[in-house]
């Protein structure tokens, strides 16, 4: 069954510090994307890759990189974490062709303090 | 640029009353139309995906709509349970902007037994 894992589910990191959230996908997928979600907001989209070594910028690209070294892997990442980065972050998986179904993963709760 | 509206913050209802969700959307392209579902703990999935103007798309009993008149889009079902208690976020694709999504604020759903 196509999978999306994220890691970690959770974590804490002091305001200024520099935090990496992991993504992995199992599903062959061209494409990946990483979310953030907010109540009142929704699903706001950050960064997205399309292929290895290269990365998009989102709606909100603002104070997060991303990182796509394999078509398996993509990474979020805060390198000045700040107390408005505290949300939930969804990293999701999407192929090409007719299916624009995106998979997503089970989230990481990131609180910044 | 492209945008969803779900006014629809929080709906609470008994099980076997109707549910209607309603969206909006604007894009200068030709967009296909998804609504998304997302458990307590989850990721979101897609629930349904409708692509043709007046027809109607369906899985697990809800039903989706699009007019492409008023620009707008639904989710509907006929007799809710408590298991469907989730967030429907409406979100979309416009036709030539690869495979990016723009998602709605999300709809809470509370279904009472």
């Known amino acids: 069954e196509a999978a999306v894992t994220q890691s970690p589910r959770s974590k804490v990191a002091v305001t200024g510090g520099k935090v990496t959230l992991s993504c992995h996908q199992t599903?062959?997928?061209?494409?990946m994307y990483w979310y953030r979600q907010d109540t009142g907001h929704g699903l706001r989209l950050i960064h997205y890759?399309?292929?290895?070594?290269?990365?998009e910028k989102g709606d909100i690209p603002d104070g997060y990189k991303a990182s796509r070294p394999s078509q398996e892997n993509f990474s979020l990442i805060l390198e000045l974490a700040s107390l408005s980065q505290t949300a939930v972050y969804f990293c999701?998986?999407?192929?090409?062709?007719?299916?624009?179904?995106?998979?997503f993963g089970p989230g990481t709760r990131l609180t910044v303090l | 640029g492209d945008s969803v509206i779900q006014m629809q913050g929080q709906v609470t209802l008994s099980e076997n009353d109707f549910l209607f969700i309603n969206c909006t959307y604007s894009?200068?392209?030709?967009?296909?139309l998804f609504w998304y579902v997302q458990y307590s703990g989850e990721g979101p999935q897609l629930l349904l995906q409708?692509?043709?103007?007046?027809n109607k798309g369906s899985s697990r009993g809800f039903e989706a709509t699009y007019d492409k008149g008023t620009t707008s889009f639904h989710l509907q079902k006929t007799s809710v349970q408590e298991i469907d208690s989730a967030v429907y976020y409406c979100?979309?694709?416009?036709?030539?902007?690869?495979?990016?999504?723009?998602f709605g604020t999300g709809t809470s759903l509370l279904v009472d037994p």
């Open positions: 999701a998986s999407s192929g090409t062709g007719d299916s624009y179904e995106q998979y």
């Open positions: 599903n062959n997928h061209d494409y």
């Open positions: 894009t200068t392209g030709y967009p296909t």
């Open positions: 409708v692509t043709t103007a007046n």
């Open positions: 979100a979309m694709r416009e036709g030539n902007m690869g495979y990016k999504l723009t």
């Open positions: 890759s399309y292929v290895a070594d290269s990365t």
